[in-house]
């Protein structure tokens, strides 16, 4: 991690929506950036703006009902003054993303082998042969039995883990140097969430790309994060590294949140549960938007946006309460 | 706390001693077919001969893999299906026998994952919680205010919820409806099929609390079917493992999660996510995916994806073992006369 320029920065991220209800302000202002071969975690709860977050690093918002605003650099390229076709050449080769639901990304027409032969001869000048090559390659990597076989499968015929390494496939089809994570393994049972855990940490290790992981569960973040940013109504309240924000968070929501996921040495006592709701995107408080569920409110809380604090150990907290470096 | 029943609660029939609900060799095949004109005819062995008791006021809970059975199981105990075969008794009464259908379903309430689903989207909360009690005789009026006594008790303000429609609520106050309107009859045993599953934690920590507190207050007996083990480990007293629709290991949750006796309640407590980025998970404990009980493996269903899997295995089926403490376990490798070569006795 010589090079000292990010391979992804955001500054000031604000993603607005226009719905029939108003302006729903789904991305706040937010800041991170993310290294060579660093696992970045989102964690948050529905509808904090994770998915959001990740669709605008892919430029796929709708553009005609999103009011985008902020910079995005990738690879030292400005991500929103590019044009459209620079951004196609960008999505699959440089940034590409997995998702929940695998039939997202793949299309149940084609069969494996042909949507990773197609898009790795869309991206780079090579023949059909090679292209086939690859994606035999592509499927033993992700530790699809019967590879070979396989290729020729259409999406319906696998089962729903192999699905999700098809499509993980698909995605490093044409080695990325990111790839953005959307809740990858919450559809997934325990015992299938877990290999699929495996394999991204084993592929990201193996081709030391970048991961942008978004998810609810902290588990998730546990068994996968180097930095961790909890996101709060389209805010990063907390970022650090995953050991400093797992094990000792400091942002009320933060200490909240794990305070009521349950775990082993909770029995028979009863939850901290966080009272109250997430706030309604479309009319945001000028303060803090976590100040009405948060133990800790004071005066100051609603008045404006909490400052951006930098504590001793280098993480950033989003919060009145938060002590400044010295 | 108070409680206004409109209706009494159910009579304690049988005592104390009596299990509330005892199922015997509970079965459901469902015929599916094949691909193609003249594909066979197949069955999957959705629930295939369960066999479990349930106490008064006690939470048993269900785990397992998606398609092993947990939600038709439920169905099968709320008679939304019809049982292929086994029998159930409900404090001390044969269901379909003594006690009728109608007044089972007094006694036993369900709760489902989709808060929405399960939800009239035509009617008002104050008309989805009194339909149940107008239709067992309640008056309407009565049967309104106790509806209004109900979201209070579920943590909701019912000035404010009554007349609103579910698509004007959250998921979460949502499923608190679905709870007060699981209670309106007053029921002895409610079924929740991942009823918190679908809701972020925050809010999952709340209806847990409340969960809690309303077994107390309306004396219930639960069945809380979950994919989350932490979540069952938190909420309940005992825990049954359900495979390809058997059940291979029930007991005490604390015996359960201290030393898990099946392969596979081992391997499915050992894929539990770390909360801790320094101790990560470093192997994965079984490969592949559930497989579909259509056809499943004879013997022992888990022995294809079991690393202890020996040639007993594929020809018998193995039997429960009682393990003492109410802990039981259907595994050849807990019975010495199994003929299973690392078979051990537990004494
Ligand atoms: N295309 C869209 N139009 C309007 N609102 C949207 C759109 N996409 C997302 N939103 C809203 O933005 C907010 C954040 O959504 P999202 O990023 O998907 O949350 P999550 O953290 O669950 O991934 C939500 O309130 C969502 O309803
Ligand atoms: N109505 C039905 N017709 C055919 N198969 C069914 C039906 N309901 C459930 N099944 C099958 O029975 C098995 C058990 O399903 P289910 O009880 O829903 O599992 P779980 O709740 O544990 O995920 C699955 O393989 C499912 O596909
Ligand atoms: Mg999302
Ligand atoms: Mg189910």
Not at chain 2, 168 to 182: E, H, V
Not at chain 2, 287 to 293: L, T
Request: aromatic share 4%; net charge neutral.
């Amino acid at each position: 991690m010589s090079d000292p320029t990010p391979l992804l920065s955001v500054t000031g991220l604000n993603v607005a929506f226009q719905t029939p209800r108003g302006t729903a302000q789904a991305v706040n202002g937010i800041d991170f950036t993310l290294a060579r071969g660093e696992v970045l975690c989102l964690l948050g709860e529905s509808g904090s703006g994770k998915s959001v977050t990740l669709r605008a690093l892919m430029r796929l918002l709708p553009e005609q009902r999103s009011r985008i605003s902020g910079r995005v650099t990738i690879a030292g390229e400005d991500l929103y003054g590019l044009p459209e076709r620079r951004v196609e050449d960008l999505r699959g080769k440089v940034v590409s993303m997995v998702f929940q639901e695998p039939m997202l990304a793949l299309d149940p027409v084609y069969t494996i082998g042909a949507q990773i032969a197609e898009t790795i001869v869309r991206h780079e000048r090579v023949s059909k042969a090679e292209a086939g090559r690859r994606a035999l390659e592509l499927l033993e990597k992700v530790q699809i039995p019967s590879a070979k076989r396989r290729l020729e499968a259409y999406p319906h015929e696998m089962s729903g883990g192999m699905r999700q390494r098809a499509m993980i496939a698909l995605a490093l089809a044409c080695n990325p140097a990111i790839l953005l994570a959307d809740e990858p393994t919450t559809a997934l049972d325990a015992t299938v969430q877990m290999q699929v855990l495996l394999l991204l940490r084993r592929l990201q290790a193996e081709t030391g790309m970048a991961v942008i992981m978004v998810t609810h569960d902290i588990g998730v973040a546990a068994e996968t994060a180097d930095r961790v940013a909890v996101m709060y109504a389209g805010r990063i309240v907390e970022q650090g590294t995953a050991a400093q924000v797992l094990k000792t968070p400091q942002h009320p929501y933060a200490t909240g949140l794990f305070a009521s996921t349950v775990h082993a040495g909770l029995k028979d006592r009863r939850l901290d549960a966080i009272p109250g709701a997430p706030p309604d995107l479309t009319a945001l408080p000028p303060g803090c938007a976590f100040a009405p569920r948060c133990a800790r409110r004071r005066e100051a809380c609603d008045v404006g946006q909490p400052p951006k604090i930098r504590m001793a150990d280098a993480r950033e907290v989003l919060c009145v309460d938060a002590v400044a470096a010295g | 706390m108070t409680v206004v029943h409109t209706l009494p609660p159910a009579p304690d029939v049988g005592g104390p001693a009596e299990p509330l609900l005892k199922v015997e060799g509970l079965t459901k095949h469902f015929p599916v077919r094949g691909t193609g004109f003249f594909a066979p005819k197949l069955v999957a062995r959705a629930v295939d001969g369960i066999t479990f008791s349930i106490a008064k006021g006690e939470t048993l809970g269900v785990v397992g893999e998606s398609g092993c059975g947990k939600s038709t199981t439920a169905r099968l105990l709320m008679r939304l299906i019809e049982p292929d075969s086994g029998s159930m008794i409900f404090d001390g009464e044969l269901v379909g026998g003594e006690l009728s259908l109608r007044d089972l379903r007094r006694r036993m309430q369900m709760v489902f994952q989709d808060s929405y689903a399960s939800l009239n989207p035509r009617l008002t909360i104050a008309d989805s919680l009194a339909f149940a009690p107008v239709v067992h005789g309640i008056p309407h009026g009565e049967a309104m205010a106790a509806a209004a006594d109900l979201l209070e008790q579920v943590g909701l303000d019912s000035a404010t919820v009554l007349g609103r429609y579910p698509h004007q609520l959250s998921g979460g106050q949502r499923q608190r409806i679905n709870i007060a309107r699981a209670l309106a009859l007053h029921p002895r045993l409610v079924i929740l099929d991942e009823a918190v599953s679908a809701l972020d934690k925050s809010v999952e920590a709340q209806v847990l609390n409340l969960l809690v507190d309303l077994k107390r207050s309306f004396d219930l007996t639960y069945i809380f079917i979950s994919h989350d083990l932490n979540v069952v480990h938190y909420i309940a007293d005992r825990a049954m493992v359900m495979y390809l629709g058997k059940i291979v290991e029930l007991g005490p949750v604390d015996r359960i999660y201290a030393a898990p006796a099946h392969p596979y309640t081992r391997a499915l407590f050992s894929a539990r996510l770390s909360s801790d980025p320094e101790r990560r998970t470093v192997a994965v404990a079984i490969e592949g995916d559930p497989p579909n009980p259509i056809n499943p493996p004879s013997g022992c269903r888990f022995r294809t994806r079991c690393p202890m899997a020996a040639e007993v295995c594929a020809a018998h089926e193995p039997a429960a073992i009682d393990l003492g403490f109410g802990h039981s376990v259907a595994c050849h490798l807990h019975d010495p006369a199994s003929g299973h070569a690392e078979a051990r006795a537990h004494v």
